[in-house]
């Protein structure tokens, strides 16, 4: 009795008082991304020197009590600095993901309710825009029209939303074609409800899953845009650009290369952690 209890106990997080359960490996995904949502949010207020301020006489300083994670190319702090960097980071890679997802699912639901020639259209374009590739389509959009903070969220939502699209899309031409949509289209129910009501409560599950995994892909690409020269410009900076200052440390395992790299590892290990752990009752959301 003892033993069930306790891995009953276990077995429940934080969420369940919300009707979740995450196991501890979700869990630990989970705190890592609230960890760096919080810094990016309050990354200002907790940064130890101002992130253009020289404070150290020698460069690729190792870690010390004054310097955490050393300094960098120039002897500035680098836990200021990735601290600071999370900002963009996060924030572009979340600011793009939610344009993107927000816009796939909505014209995935639409053309998979409304069906015929605007289905097809839509259908046409999207996959010969998702034929360019993601790498190549970002270098030659930022390096046409200048890397800016705005440009950046739009070409990253616009890479993805073709996948997000033909993902919403196959989820929603299965529900479509189920017997309580025809009951609804029998009672004439109008096509926003079919989506607003039928639809998407039916595919929220894989369309998180789907999010959480395209917030990955945008945080490669954008961090190996800001590797190229091609994504946040100075003075900002995010974990890419991080790494392609410091590279030069490299043979000599600064403390400055390493840890912006980390930084990317930690965030995107974490979300995959966190997807293949949701809970239950997210995954079997979707009508099976």
Same mark, same amino acid.
């Given at each position: 009795m003892t033993m +069930?209890?306790?891995?009953?106990? +276990?077995g429940?997080?934080?969420?369940?008082s919300?009707?979740?359960?995450f196991?501890?490996?979700?869990?630990?995904?989970?705190?890592?991304?609230l +960890?760096?949502?919080l810094?990016a949010i309050f990354?200002?207020l907790?940064?130890p020197?101002?992130?253009?301020?020289?404070?150290?006489?020698?460069?690729?300083g190792p870690?010390s009590r004054?310097l955490w994670?050393?300094s960098?190319?120039l002897?500035?702090?680098?836990?200021s600095?990735i601290?600071?960097?999370a900002?963009?980071?996060?924030?572009?890679?979340?600011a793009?993901?939610?344009?993107?997802?927000?816009?796939?699912?909505?014209?995935?639901?639409?053309?998979a309710?409304?069906?015929?020639?605007l289905?097809t259209?839509?259908?046409?374009f999207l996959?010969?825009?998702?034929?360019?590739p993601s790498?190549?389509?970002?270098?030659?959009v930022v390096?046409a029209v200048g890397?800016?903070i705005?440009?950046?969220v739009?070409t990253? +939502?616009v890479?993805?939303?073709p996948?997000?699209?033909?993902?919403?899309r196959?989820l929603?031409?299965?529900?479509?074609?189920?017997?309580?949509i025809?009951?609804?289209?029998?009672?004439?129910?109008?096509?926003?409800?079919?989506?607003?009501s039928?639809?998407?409560?039916?595919i929220?599950?894989p369309?998180?899953a789907?999010?959480g995994?395209r917030f990955v892909f945008?945080?490669?690409?954008?961090?190996g845009?800001s590797?190229?020269?091609l994504?946040v410009?100075?003075?900002?900076?995010d974990?890419g650009a991080l790494?392609?200052?410091n590279?030069?440390?490299?043979?000599?395992g600064?403390?400055?290369?390493?840890?912006p790299s980390?930084?990317?590892?930690?965030?995107?290990i974490?979300?995959?952690?966190?997807?293949d752990n949701?809970?239950q009752?997210i995954?079997d959301?979707?009508?099976s």
């Open positions: +069930s209890s306790t891995e009953t106990t +276990s429940r997080l934080s969420g369940a919300f009707g979740y359960r196991n501890i490996v979700g869990a630990i995904g989970l705190a890592v991304i +960890s760096w949502a810094v990354a200002p907790i940064i020197y101002p992130v253009g301020e020289i404070v150290d006489l020698d460069y690729f870690m004054e994670l050393g960098d190319y002897g500035r702090d680098m836990l600095r601290l600071m960097g900002r963009y980071t996060v924030g572009i890679s979340l793009a993901v939610t344009i993107a997802c927000f816009s796939g699912v909505v014209l995935g639901m639409i053309a309710v409304a069906g015929g020639w289905d259209i839509l259908s046409r996959d010969a825009l998702n034929s360019i790498k190549l389509f970002g270098l030659v390096a890397s800016s705005p440009v950046l739009l990253l +939502s890479i993805y939303i996948g997000a699209y033909r993902f919403a196959a929603a031409v299965n529900i479509n074609a189920m017997d309580f025809t009951v609804a289209r029998i009672r004439g129910e109008s096509t926003l409800y079919l989506i607003r039928e639809i998407l409560p039916n929220v599950g369309v998180l789907d999010l995994i945008i945080v490669l690409l954008l961090s845009l590797f190229l020269g994504g410009q100075p003075p900002y900076a974990w790494v392609r200052e590279i030069g440390g490299l043979p000599f600064a403390p400055a290369v390493m840890f980390l930084a990317i590892a930690s965030l995107t974490s979300v995959n952690l966190l997807i949701l809970p009752k995954r959301r979707s009508v």
